[in-house]
């Protein structure tokens, strides 16, 4: 890149990120009033449906080919989430194409001639093989893991490699966990050093406390009120390394899979407006 040009920050998420925004669909999101807050570029990768895996290979990807960003900030979403590459389609693959590994999932995952093949994350769908044993005797299996730890775990490894090639290059690095990390933040590839966390107590996600601050008006979206949060909050971050600490509950209202009493109160001070 030109010594002129000024370097980017590097966003990449779901929809929470691309954004999706019910109340004003073509208002900025989050990453673009950003942009406006520190008055830096930011180049917004992230796309509807994305899974974690997806999202921050593409980070890896990026930096093995570019050097234009100081920050990357990645929005993990929901475990469930795993894409996976279609037989034929993996054949668009062309090595040292970056723009053939970076996938957008927006449209294309919608399609028969999709480069992937998305599990939705609404529900724990599962893997099934067959299997056969003479003919024609033949039956299903149910294969992988249900509790997701292997995923949330891969990621981790994931985002530890892209943490050391961002301590290589003098990038910052924030993560930002919209779903619970749970137990699995005791597994040593989650030890990173804690200004890489947006969330203090990352054991439990953003997503509930976003929910308690702001309306979700398509059940799983957030209004407009709540990109300028997260925007004021991200260049908080950016500027002053400070980070948020959420309620030790996990609440989980997506798509009201499970009934709450409640939704806890958020008075403690520091997350006042």
Request: glycine letters at 4%; hydrophobic letters at 35%.
């Amino acid at each position: 890149m030109s010594q002129n040009q000024p370097k980017k920050i590097l966003v990449n998420g779901c929809s929470h990120t691309r954004a999706l925004i019910p109340d004003n669909e073509d208002g900025p999101g989050w990453a673009e009033r950003l942009s406006e807050l520190l008055d830096k570029p930011v180049l917004n990768l992230a796309e509807d449906g994305k899974a974690n895996e997806q999202l921050v290979e593409e980070c890896i990807r990026y930096l093995v080919y570019k050097d234009d960003v100081d920050h990357i900030i990645i929005q993990l979403t929901q475990w469930q989430r795993i894409n996976l590459f279609r037989r034929k389609c993996s054949m668009h693959w062309e090595s040292g194409d970056l723009s053939s590994q970076i996938l957008r999932l927006q449209e294309d995952w919608h399609f028969n001639d999709c480069q992937y093949v998305k599990l939705p994350g609404l529900t724990a769908n599962d893997f099934q093989v067959r299997r056969h044993i003479g003919f024609p005797n033949e039956y299903s299996q149910l294969i992988g893991d249900a509790t997701y730890t292997q995923n949330r775990i891969v990621v981790g490894t994931l985002i530890h490699a892209l943490w050391n090639m961002c301590v290589q290059r003098d990038i910052k690095l924030t993560i930002i966990n919209y779903s619970p990390l749970g137990d699995v933040t005791e597994d040593p590839v989650w030890n990173l050093p804690e200004e890489c966390f947006l969330i203090r107590n990352r054991k439990y996600g953003l997503y509930n406390h976003l929910n308690w601050k702001f309306s979700v008006l398509d059940n799983f979206h957030f209004e407009e009120k709540a990109h300028d949060y997260i925007a004021k909050i991200m260049a908080d971050n950016y500027n002053n390394q400070t980070q948020i600490e959420v309620n030790e509950k996990n609440y989980d209202r997506i798509h009201n899979v499970v009934v709450l009493d409640d939704i806890f109160d958020y008075t403690n001070g520091s997350l006042a407006d």
